[in-house]
């Protein structure tokens, strides 16, 4: 079992900029790829960002590519999304989640944390 506490979440302007974390504990975090995925109201649930266990490789939404950036640090049992030129459309409320493999497929993600909201004003 991975126990995953995402934090970071928050109000900003458009333009602005937030960090996110994920916070890991349980069965061993840097084994596992990572990824982010946010869920607006009344939308399903969408991938953002993926990195695999070693940080080595990545993948990004191409919503957000060249203005989100994955990260992890193992030695913490930690992840981040550094989230930079924000728009209202980016409004959701995000998860990190944790997946034997690195890929963009909800479904293959087996632990999910509760989510930290991000409201990005106009």
């Known amino acids: 079992q991975v126990q995953l506490v995402e934090s970071g979440g928050g109000l900003v302007q458009a333009g602005g900029s937030l960090r996110l974390s994920c916070a890991a504990s349980g069965r061993t975090f840097s084994s596992l790829a990572m990824g982010w995925f946010r869920q607006a109201p009344g939308k399903e649930r969408e991938f953002v960002a993926a990195?695999?266990?070693?940080?080595?490789?990545?993948y990004y939404a191409d919503s957000v590519k060249g203005r989100f950036t994955i990260s992890r640090d193992n030695a913490k049992s930690a992840g981040y999304l550094q989230m930079n030129s924000l728009k209202p459309e980016d409004t959701a409320n995000y998860y990190c989640a944790c997946a034997a493999r690195l890929n963009r497929i909800r479904s293959e993600y087996a632990y999910w944390g509760q989510g930290t909201q991000v409201t990005v004003s106009s």
């Open positions: 990195i695999n266990w070693s940080g080595g490789g990545t």
